[in-house]
């Protein structure tokens, strides 16, 4: 019984390592013919950017987003899905999905510069509005910050919401 | 004496079941299935997963890209391996192993409180947090896998049919 596994899990990691092999070869050839991932014409590749302190965007409490809400210096991104933003989004929101974000990065640059970009989106259960914080970082534009506390947060401290029609 | 034959007949039972073609089949339907469709997201858009991999912060930045372009791969080809019945040992083997690291990864992460979504079938940053929820079907998968790792492909399998159309031996040449 011994000798038969020992056998099967030799067989097991030489098919094993051929697997391995192949993933590998396609991994990389996939992401080069598609330059995605490691390969991305975005420089750094977004992948590469994580939520350390110092290397990223604020993240800020209710109070000082709702300071520069009611200051009128803000710009609030949704980045949730265009179904959750028409139910119900800040006030005033522009709703730029994070899955949107090449296509729609310069828009964002044609803003004015003493504008604050906020993205936010459910709340601390979702990532979005950090990795979009991230990439607006990344490419250049350092006045974001993230209100992490999100849609949940600002609803159940009932400040101004508005709906969209579809 | 009865106790000593009830658990003899279980364990005899469940051989059996083992073996039962329908049995192997079905778990390799629903092992192969869920790796096949959790990396075709992951393949997609590697930027998004590589973001899910730096949530554990496990990894420095610079090395995110080799995980995140291998590792999709390699659930592909198990998924289809799997579901076909071919190479079923290789892949079940590396299948089990992947589940055993994601598991850690997980329970490492809520050890330190981080509070992140798996990327486990989806990139989507709304979809489910990790949790003992995740723990437990990671768990489950990787017991299927062990079976299988176990029984091996069965005769409902591609490398099954090959064997018998070319003569005895493993499909593989080595």
Known sequence: MGETAAKWLRLAIREALLISVVATILGFAYAALSQKGIFSVHSPSPMLLTSDAGLSPEMIQIEEAQELFGSGT????????????????????????????????????????????????????????????????????????????????????????ETSAP | MEVQSASCGNVRAMKTLIRNR??????????????????????????AFGFSISNYRIFPAFIIPVPATILPWMELLCGLSILFGVLLRGSSLMVATMLVVFTLAVLSAMLRGLDITCGCFTNDPAAAAIGWGKVAENTGLLCTSLLLLYSGEGPLSLEHYLRRRTGEGTALPM
């Open chain 1, 74 to 161: 803000a710009v609030f991104i949704d980045t949730r899905e265009e179904w959750d933003y028409r139910a119900g989004h800040i006030k005033g929101a522009v709703n730029i999905p994070l899955v949107e974000f090449d296509a729609r990065i310069d828009s964002l640059k044609d803003l004015p510069g003493d504008k604050v970009l906020i993205t936010y989106c459910d709340g601390t259960e979702c990532s979005s509005s950090i990795e979009f914080a991230n990439r607006l970082y990344s490419t250049g534009i350092s006045n974001v910050k993230i209100f992490f506390g999100g849609w949940e947060e600002w609803k159940s401290s009932q400040l101004p919401v």
């Open chain 2, 22 to 47: 329908y049995f192997i089949l079905a778990l390799r339907v629903l092992l192969g299935l869920a790796f096949v469709v959790g990396s075709l997201e992951k393949i997609v858009d590697p930027d």
